[in-house]
Nanobody
């Protein structure tokens, strides 16, 4: 069983930056596909970004227009989401997710990842 613990959320002004972290335990981290999804109030959960087990392949939602960057440190069992040029519409709870499945299998349905953290809230407001 994989346990995921997110941190790094909070209140930030428009144009600011935040870095989210997610520490995984309970499984060999370097065999997990990792991802971030978010859910805003009243909206469905949506894909943000994902990274393969080796950190060689990344996926980022088109609507983010390159503002977010995903990375991982397999020595620290941690995946990161660097969020820059934040906008009020980025306000949401951000969830870390993990899967034992390949990113090739998941890329058409990231919400199908098996393991989820409890989420960390991000509020972008002046």
């Amino acid at each position: 069983q994989v346990q995921l613990a997110e941190s790094g959320g909070g209140l930030v002004q428009p144009g600011g930056s935040l870095r989210l972290s997610c520490v995984a335990s309970g499984h060999s981290f370097n065999s997990l596909t990792m991802g971030w999804l978010r859910q805003a109030p009243g909206k469905e959960r949506e894909f943000v970004s994902a990274i393969d087990d080796a950190g060689d392949t990344t996926y980022v939602a088109d609507f983010l227009q390159g503002r977010f960057t995903i990375s991982r440190d397999n020595a620290k069992n941690t995946v990161y989401l660097q969020m820059d040029s934040l906008k009020p519409e980025d306000t949401a709870t951000y969830y870390c997710a993990a899967s034992t499945r390949s990113h090739y299998d998941l890329r058409h349905n990231w919400a199908g990842m098996e393991y989820w953290g409890k989420g960390t809230p991000v509020t972008v407001s002046s």
